[in-house]
């Protein structure tokens, strides 16, 4: 059996948001989420590390070919966040309250499926310097 | 006479903006300012570093206590737009589209008369980490 | 059962410390710990991830709410690390000779039963840009 | 049994290589390779991070003495791929295509049974900001 | 009149290099050159920063586009430079020994005339995170 | 004549110091320094950028071999500063108090006349990510 290697590919996008429930009041949110309810918005540059786990393929010495993994990452994620309302603009964060952690876990659902040649094994996203979230299917 | 010393003291804050003028149409706006002119806002981590350049007071070693330039900058400044949408929430942004150049020269005018034991240097701003902007009063 | 996501909150503080055994010579002592027994101490610019792992919480997204988290790292931890010698000032590392390893696990036990709403993970601590330890509760 | 912590240590090194197979024809290799197929080279900054994993000493609150474990990396790995051209210079990568995951376990089959006081856990080997691969010996 | 801000973007490329004097042993070579003189060459990957300092227009409140600076950094130098060996692959370097002070005058008289709303101001060049070099067109 | 580039190197020291005037109390030093005035010392993990201006030597093209000035800054700074107390072992920086100012210009003092090839044109030191400090020998 070939040797396994976990492969990372980092990436940025450029979002705003808005952590609230429709259902509460603004004073009711601010108490839950603080300055992050703010009812005009505000965003973070995230960056997003996404790690595929897999055998290297003797022929190429490759896990999966890098450049075909930002493809997939741009067409399944990027595309749909980047310079987006994540409340508003991205069908696949729709009904949720976009916090770092169901973020993370929705770009996992996204991604899981898409991978050859290696499973996905971590999605990474830092929302700020100071402040990051990974998720692993668990 | 004393020597002169560059002090600079960096920040961070996160927010919404978007590009647009009122009146254009979105179509308009999408192609002067592309992306960045999402009806619907996008957002960023700025990083912010304001220098002062002063001479050593020969009593304390200091220019200016670092201490009181970081309580200069969050009055005036990251109490403002932290968390905030720079087009709406942001008084000392009224009227002004807020690209980079534009939110650079607006901190450097609420910064220029309040600092004491040295005279304001640059504002620098990242709007990423591939982006940035300086003034220098120039 | 909910989703786990690991969640990091990154911190630093700056402190003094010597590596050195009281029952040793000077020069027994710069054999053993190098230029890191120098009796007049060094110092440094720590930085310390705290990742907590658990199940996101349907109601709020959140696992813990990173600002709890933050105020307990200051609490239990930073207040009594920074700009403080960690050989003479901070209560939770008598005894220990404050190398990485045991100022890491030190903290590791400062925060183990603090943490509501998830578990402790893991605490990693960097010393220098080249040089970062972690400990797990192994 | 005393507590075990993961001890990592970062260093660099600066190497010419090629992604090619000399039984293709450089038109086939760029089928495959892509840019980094070019015949006369291109070149990286790599950042290599070596985590050990093992037991406190109680005596010296070491897990190993990072000195001696930069020196095995210097000795084993950074003198012979430093200024290199991974393709033509480096002995332990005779025979293999010097993608990042070929070095990545090439450089953990050079530590492995050269570190005491810990076992060697990971090898990190990070080829751009956006790209970085980890072995572990599975 | 308006008000002048600096404008920076950033790029990266990977190259391969050696610098050498064709007229020179390989001795020789070694002795002025260090181990940057290697034969078979070694690489980098390069971080670029061009500064363009301009009038901010009041019609936008950009000094350039920035999508367009991108562009035009990349037709005018990292099309020409990355996964290239810049002593044989890339035209505007031909002549040269391709120390980063060198490369960094040559990418200046690249970009110089290809500026339109600023003027170019600076270029900077990391060869590494410890060497960087800068030219003003002095 | 020759063009100039500005050529930059990185280096890194880790020292304790302590903020305050022997005549004072440590009560009054705290009310100056405040919590940088800690009898029992603190310390940093500080970076240090050495800028030299000179004309790129046709025959080499370098302004300075890089080499040579990594050699300059150890022998007269890194040696004397780094693992030690800046209040007691540094025989530059005697009778200063060990603010950043003093030491950045104490730096310069070190090396001004010790740069051939090129004059010494800017010594920059990192106290903390988020502070730092410039002298151009004004």
């Known amino acids: 059996m070939e040797k396994k290697v976990y492969l990372t590919r980092r990436e940025t996008f450029a979002a705003a948001h808005r952590l609230f429930k429709s259902e509460l009041t603004d004073e009711e949110n601010l108490k839950i989420f603080g300055k992050c ?5 505000h965003g973070h540059n995230y960056t997003l590390e996404v790690t595929v786990l897999g055998e290297v393929n003797p022929d190429t010495g490759f896990v999966i070919d890098i450049k075909r993994l930002k493809e997939i990452i741009h067409v399944n994620v990027i595309s749909k966040v980047d310079h987006k309302n994540l ?4 069908a696949f964060l729709k009904g949720l309250i976009p916090t770092s952690e169901n973020i993370t876990i929705a770009i996992w659902n996204q991604l899981a499926n898409k991978i050859s040649g290696g ?11 100071n402040n990051y979230f990974e998720y692993k299917g668990e």
Chains 1, 2, 3, 4, 5, 6 share one sequence.
């Open 37 to 41: 309810s703010n009812p005009n918005w």
């Open 87 to 90: 409340n508003i603009d991205t």
């Open 119 to 129: 499973k996905l094994y971590s999605v990474k996203l830092y929302e700020t310097e």
